[in-house]
T-cell receptor, first 110, second 116 residues
């Protein structure tokens, strides 16, 4: 990947369970962003967490950031079949380039 | 949120031909646009960054003569894949950033290119 690793690469869980995805990055950041991509589609911005924040919530999403470990996690609670997608974390490199991790392919089984 | 469109959504062409993909920001002015390429089950790889009215900045390993980028206006950027070959078959996604909402980057729906 251009900026780091995400794990797991693939995750399959039952509907209603929680899904946790992790992301690591290499450079210093001002913020970290999570995106969702449905198969064959563009990316949808989910949430942005700034470097001075440790945790952020948005609906069923919870994002944490540990700048000392250069890592972030995305938690989706009470998963639904419609949450099936690939999830990517992205960080800004240099002045303006948004680059992504490898992504996690999440499958929610009904 | 802001909307970015891409055209065409899908294109099939013969090897050796050139293909142009358009990316438009529909309701905002995009001072910066980005082009990404994505192979199946892989992440998005940044190809180039373009600022309106100036030459694009290409990532290492991306041939600027093969992937021509034009960002002639604040709402339109084009990517032309010249002399396309089967290995250029991929999903191309553009993204646009508004100068006013710097942290937010909006993505187009992508263009599936298949080179026969």
């Amino acid at each position: 990947s251009q900026q780091g690793e995400e794990d797991p690469q693939a995750l399959s869980i039952q509907e209603g369970e929680n899904a946790t995805m992790n992301c690591s990055y290499k450079t210093s950041i001002n913020n970290l962003q999570w995106y969702r991509q449905n198969s064959g589609r563009g990316l949808v911005h989910l949430i942005l967490i700034r470097s001075n924040e440790r945790e952020k919530h948005s609906g069923r999403l919870r994002v944490t950031l540990d700048t000392s470990k250069k890592s972030s996690s995305l938690l989706i609670t009470a998963s639904r079949a419609a949450d099936t997608a690939s999830y990517f974390c992205g960080v800004i490199q240099g002045a303006q380039k948004l680059v992504f991790g490898q992504g996690t392919r999440l499958t929610i089984n009904p | 949120g802001a909307v970015v469109s891409q055209h065409p959504s899908r294109v099939i062409c013969k090897s050796g031909t050139s293909v142009k993909i358009e990316c438009r920001s529909l309701d905002f002015q995009a001072t910066t646009m980005f082009w990404y390429r994505q192979f199946p089950k892989q992440s998005l790889m940044l190809m180039a960054t373009s600022n309106e009215g100036s030459k694009a900045t290409y990532e290492q390993g991306v041939e600027k003569d093969k992937f021509l980028i034009n960002h002639a206006s604040l709402t339109l950027s084009t990517l032309t894949v010249t002399s396309a070959h089967p290995e250029d078959s991929s999903f191309y996604i553009c993204s646009a950033r508004s100068g006013a909402r710097y942290n937010e980057q909006f993505f187009g729906p992508g263009t599936r290119l298949t080179v026969l």
